[in-house]
């Protein structure tokens, strides 16, 4: 190894290395521009110049994202609390808009009827030993509700309160086969009473039931309450005549109606605590 240290090979190769380093410091010095030394070592390096300064890059941006990651942390927590509040604003404002609509129906109801005495009630679920839909409101005695009070969405009947409990009460629905409601055709004036059965229940139909074979009642027809009986004040919509057929127990015809709202949508109702003629059988001669 000292042989080769003193040998003629390694000390051309310093001479050569140190006028390399020599031209190199000697270009930086007079010029800008590039020698061609320094091209040579540039391109020898430029390789492990541009992995140094990715990495250092790189790990610049990770100490900065380290660094803010729980500012943006408390940024998402701010924003999840602003879209909740948000969110609740809504429900508030879907509610109120809802009550507003509910009480303009009511409003033209109570106009053209001042006897009405109108309790606003909440349906807050459905009688599950019930098949035909009955619903359970959040008004009872204390409120005033009693037992066979019509409830009504407008000007539409909804059913009767069939029981009655100091905060809430059952009412059940117009698609219950055990409901009776007197009604007459609003057109041709024919009295019949509007009921139902099961299998017509099931599809959200209600009958008017009892009208002879000769019945001028047709598609399209309005069938509203008579009053006869003073449990539903007069005047009120059952809902619409789609078909009428001949019965298949006795020479009498019947219409099919389709009820004028759905009560499995309905999620407010007005119950009609007082009126006029309430509880007073009307006898027709």
């Known amino acids: 190894m000292l042989q080769f240290l003193k040998g003629r090979k390694f000390k051309t190769f310093m001479i050569v290395i140190c006028a390399l ?16 030394v320094t091209n040579a070592v540039g391109s020898l390096f430029s390789p492990a110049q541009k992995a140094a300064s990715y990495i250092a890059d790189n790990v610049r941006w990770f100490g900065k994202s380290f660094r803010s990651s729980g500012s943006y942390q408390n940024e998402i927590e701010r924003l999840q609390q602003k879209i909740a509040e948000y969110e609740n604003q809504l429900v508030e404002y879907n509610d109120m808009a809802q009550k507003i609509e509910s009480y303009e129906t009511m409003l033209g109801v109570k106009e053209e009827n001042p006897d009405f005495s109108l309790e606003r009630a909440h ?59 007197s009604a007459l055709d609003s057109k041709t004036r024919e009295t019949a009473y509007v009921t139902t059965t099961a ?79 309430q509880g007073i059988e009307e006898i027709i001669e």
């Open 123 to 181: 349906i807050i679920g459905t009688d599950s030993a019930d098949m035909f839909t009955s619903l359970i409101i959040d008004k009872g005695s204390n409120d005033g509700v009693s037992v066979n009070d019509p409830a009504v969405y407008g000007n539409y009947v909804v059913g009767i309160v069939k029981k009655v409990h100091p905060s809430y009460s059952v009412v059940q629905s117009i698609l219950n086969p055990d409901i009776n409601i």
């Open 199 to 277: 299998e017509y229940a099931l599809k959200g139909s209600c009958l008017f039931s009892g009208l002879e074979r000769t019945t001028a009642v047709s598609p399209g027809g309005l069938i509203l309450t008579s009053g006869i009986g003073g449990i539903y004040p007069k005047g009120l919509i059952i809902g619409s005549v789609t078909e009428v057929c001949e019965s298949g127990y006795d020479l009498s015809n019947y219409a099919v109606i389709e009820p004028g709202v759905n009560v499995k949508d309905l999620e407010d109702i007005f119950v009609i605590t007082d009126f006029e003629g």
């Open 21 to 36: 380093l020599v031209g190199a410091v000697i270009a930086v010095a007079t010029s800008d521009s590039s020698s061609p």
